[in-house]
Every structure is written in structure tokens, then in C-alpha cells.
């Protein structure tokens, strides 16, 4: 299929799904509630770093779990990414009508995000600024670009993206042993939440339109997927200490990120795909299987090395 084919196939998905953006977005701005990222930042605790005659930094500082403090890192450098998320979407959706307000409308909201992770790690002297700050530059100056060649390719990701940043935020909170960091966590999970069921319910809307086309994207990012914030020069080592830990893992990803979405688009029930449509998803119910026997293997495997660890410690 031709660049200029795919082309004009996404103008004619984005145009049909107009009404739905429409009522998707009306839905999102009657449940979505406004919060106030001060109100989550414990200011009092504050002071002044050596710049400015204070302390600098010191490990003891932090109060965080080392594995729950790298999860926040991770996450919050997946928030900074921000103007990249947007640029991409805003390029594939447009910035015109619905789609356009939209765009501009979960930028707003994800902003939030960074806004009050950061001022409560650096309030609380929860992680090394200096260290969070070096990272973020580096994190933002590489970027995200969309690894899709399609609109329904990135309506896919994102439903999954933002169901997986959700339950990452949820589980990291409960992971930190701070109440006031879970209550921040879960409020930014609950927009998590609202984002992924917009994205969810195009994508839904996008099979009746183009059904081969969507199972076919869903395969791609069903089989492909990475964790946003997978760019991260040390995403890889922190997200085995973060699996480890049971915050976000194989077995999470599947039974509470992919399964609920593809049971929701009642994927393996849809008639009347094409060759290429039923290949698609037949080749995604054959990795699904894999993704599960791993998930198992994956928690034996974490189970049998925590044993032996509390063993040891006895």
C-alpha cells in the first residue's frame, strides 16, 4: 500500500469518526474533574537548596522505596515527553474541529502530570534534582516519533499506552509507602483512565469502518508494544527492578491491560474479516498464548527468587 494510499485512507477514518470524537469528547469533559497539582505537593517540608545557602541533595533525604522512587522517575520522565506526544498526534489527528480540540484538550490534562510529579519529588527531596534534571534533558532532546504509519495505528497505541500508564501510576503509588504520593498517583491513574477510554472507544468505532485495516494495527501493537518512556537510557534496568516488584510485569500487561481492551472490542467475536484481516488475528491470538505461558513463567520465576530471598533473611 502506497504512502499516498494510506493517506487518504486515515483522511477518510479521520472524517467518519468525526461524530465520534464529537460525542467521545462531550462524554470526557462531563466526567473529567479539574484538580490543582499544588494541592498534592507538601510545600511546607521545602528548603532551600546550596544555591541558594541550603543543602544540596543527600540519599538519606529521600523516604521513597529505591523501586517505587525509580517507577516515579520512570514515569515522570514519560510525562516530560509531553510536546513529543503531542506533536505526533496533533500531526496525525489534526488541530482543526473535534479532533483539533481534543489534541489540545489531553495535552492541558497530561501536563498536570510532570507539573505535580516533580514538585513532589523535589519538595520532598524524594530523588537527586540534579540527577532528574540531567535525565530529562536527555530523555526530551531524544523524543518519541510514532513508530505507526497509520491513524488507526496510533489510535491502537494509544488506547494501550494510556490503559498501561495507568495501571503503572496505580501501582507505583501503592508501591511508594507515602500516602500523599498514592493519593497523587491515583488521581493522575483516574486521567489515565478517562484518556484511554476516549482512544478505546474510536478505536472501537474505527472497526466498524475499517475492520481489517484496525485488526491488523491492533496485531502490530498488540506484538510491538513498549512501555512509554521505553526510549529512557535506563528504562531497561529500571523496569526489571520494576517487574520484580510486581508494579508493572508480563502478567499485569496482559490480564489488565490488553485482555480488558481486546474483550472490549470483542475482537475475537468480529465476522466478516478479509484474508489479511483474519490472518491478523489469528497471529494475535497465537501471540497472546505466548504472552500468557511467559507471564506464568515470569511470576514462578519471581516467586521462587523471593522464597529464597526471605529464606536468606531468616
Given at each position: ?205 474505527a472497526l466498524d469502518i475499517q475492520p481489517n485495516e484496525t485488526v491488523q494495527a491492533i ?45 472490549f472490542w470483542r475482537v475475537f467475536e468480529l465476522t466478516g474479516l478479509s484474508g489479511e484481516?483474519?490472518?491478523?488475528r489469528e497471529e494475535l491470538a497465537d501471540f497472546l498464548a505466548l504472552l500468557d505461558t ?21
Amino acid at each position: 500500500m502506497t504512502t499516498d494510499h494510506v493517506r487518504t485512507r486515515d483522511l477518510e477514518l479521520l472524517h467518519s469518526l468525526e461524530s465520534v470524537v464529537e460525542t467521545n469528547l462531550e462524554r470526557h469533559l462531563a466526567a473529567a474533574r479539574d484538580w490543582m497539582p499544588h494541592d498534592y505537593v507538601p510545600w511546607s517540608e521545602g528548603r532551600d537548596f546550596a544555591f541558594l545557602g541550603g543543602e544540596d541533595w543527600r540519599p538519606e533525604d529521600s523516604r521513597l522505596d529505591p523501586v517505587a522512587k525509580a517507577a516515579m522517575v520512570i514515569n515522570l520522565l514519560t510525562e516530560d515527553n509531553l510536546p513529543s506526544y503531542h506533536r505526533e498526534i496533533a500531526v496525525v489527528f489534526g488541530r482543526d474541529g473535534a479532533w483539533g480540540e481534543w489534541v489540545n484538550r489531553w495535552t492541558a490534562e497530561e501536563a498536570r502530570h510532570s507539573i505535580a510529579l516533580r514538585d513532589y519529588l523535589v519538595v520532598t527531596r524524594g530523588v537527586d534534582p540534579v540527577a532528574l534534571e540531567q535525565r530529562r534533558m536527555t530523555h526530551m532532546q531524544t523524543g518519541y516519533t510514532s513508530r505507526s504509519d497509520s491513524a488507526v495505528g496510533d489510535l491502537a497505541y494509544v488506547s494501550f499506552q494510556e490503559l498501561a500508564t495507568r495501571v503503572s501510576h496505580r501501582n507505583t503509588g501503592r508501591a511508594t509507602g507515602c500516602p500523599l504520593a498514592d493519593r497523587l498517583l491515583t488521581r493522575i491513574s483516574t486521567d489515565e483512565n478517562l484518556h484511554m477510554v476516549f482512544y478505546r472507544n474510536l478505536l472501537k468505532a474505527a472497526l466498524d469502518i475499517q475492520p481489517n485495516e484496525t485488526v491488523q494495527a491492533i496485531r502490530d501493537e498488540v506484538i510491538g508494544f513498549e512501555m512509554p518512556g521505553s526510549g529512557e537510557a535506563d528504562f531497561g534496568r529500571s523496569s526489571v527492578a520494576i517487574a520484580k516488584a510486581g508494579i508493572y510485569d508480563l502478567r499485569l500487561h496482559h490480564d489488565e491491560v490488553v485482555m480488558p481492551i481486546l474483550r472490549f472490542w470483542r475482537v475475537f467475536e468480529l465476522t466478516g474479516l478479509s484474508g489479511e484481516g483474519e490472518r491478523a488475528r489469528e497471529e494475535l491470538a497465537d501471540f497472546l498464548a505466548l504472552l500468557d505461558t511467559k507471564a506464568d513463567r515470569f511470576v514462578e520465576q519471581r516467586e521462587r527468587l523471593l522464597s529464597r530471598q526471605a529464606r536468606l533473611s531468616a
